[in-house]
T-cell receptor
Framework: GDSVTQMEGPVTLSEEAFLTINCTYTATGYPSLFWYVQYPGEGLQLLLKATKADDKGSNKGFEATYRKETTSFHLEKGSVQVSDSAVYFCALSRTSGTYKYIFGTGTRLKVLA | NAGVTQTPKFQVLKTGQSMTLQCAQDMNHNSMYWYRQDPGMGLRLIYYSASEGTTDKGEVPNGYNVSRLNKREFSLRLESAAPSQTSVYFC????????????????FGSGTRLTVV
């Protein structure tokens, strides 16, 4: 069945450092891929998405490119801020059927001033 | 814009007690979902409702029941709580037609933190 694998955290970075959070997926066909962010005490919020191969999703300085050849959707940011401290979830969904999502286990990011 | 509203935000139950978690959305979405979030496990789907009047089991339905009361409301019931049900519960909603067009994603509530002792 479909699955999403994320790098284990926590990831601790200094402010202005470069961020990469790895995500790979297993799925048949062409799922859509997403990154969600969860700030402390809150629900998940959609950060960015990509619906087909080679698409690049971007938002708030974060980027991720849908790589079908490597089945990956790694999240990157060039210069992190303390306010980026949160848990990041990679997810996939299909564009047919019931649109259920498969989530990764989440990666906690802590950014130090 | 309230989005998805969950109540209560926190709850402590004794083993064997029952309770209902409430969820309501004001975006006229057709589909609603209940997830649980556990450390190291990510989010796991408990039940979902693709449209008003339908409900289906997700990945971890045992020990839970749901009711899609109307298009706005989707409740989750624990009939006899167990310590293994200690978790953070999230309700979400989505619009399948929007998914087909542009994959807008889910809208999540802020969660209910449940502890069963």
């Amino acid at each position: 069945g479909d699955s999403v694998t994320q790098m284990e955290g926590p990831v601790t970075l200094s402010e202005e450092a470069f961020l990469t959070i790895n995500c790979t997926y297993t799925a048949t066909g062409y799922p859509s891929l997403f990154w969600y962010v969860q700030y402390p005490g809150e629900g998940l919020q959609l950060l960015l998405k990509a619906t087909k191969a080679d698409d690049k999703g971007s938002n708030k300085g974060f980027e991720a490119t849908y790589r079908k050849e490597t089945t990956s959707f790694h999240l990157e940011k060039g210069s992190v801020q303390v306010s980026d401290s949160a848990v990041y979830f990679c997810a996939l969904s299909r564009t047919s059927g019931t649109y259920k999502y498969i989530f990764g286990t989440g990666t906690r990011l802590k950014v130090l001033a | 814009n309230a989005g998805v509203t969950q109540t209560p935000k926190f709850q402590v139950l004794k083993t064997g007690q029952s309770m209902t978690l409430q969820c309501a959305q004001d975006m006229n979405h057709n589909s609603m979902y209940w997830y649980r979030q556990d450390p190291g496990m990510g989010l796991r789907l408990i039940y979902y409702s693709a449209s008003e009047g339908t409900t289906d089991k997700g990945e971890v339905p045992n020990g839970y029941n749901v009711s899609r009361l109307n298009k706005r409301e989707f409740s989750l019931r624990l009939e006899s709580a167990a310590p293994s049900q200690t978790s953070v519960y999230f309700c979400a909603s989505s619009e399948p037609e929007a998914h087909r067009r542009a994959n807008y994603g889910y809208t999540f509530g802020s969660g209910t933190r449940l502890t069963v002792v």
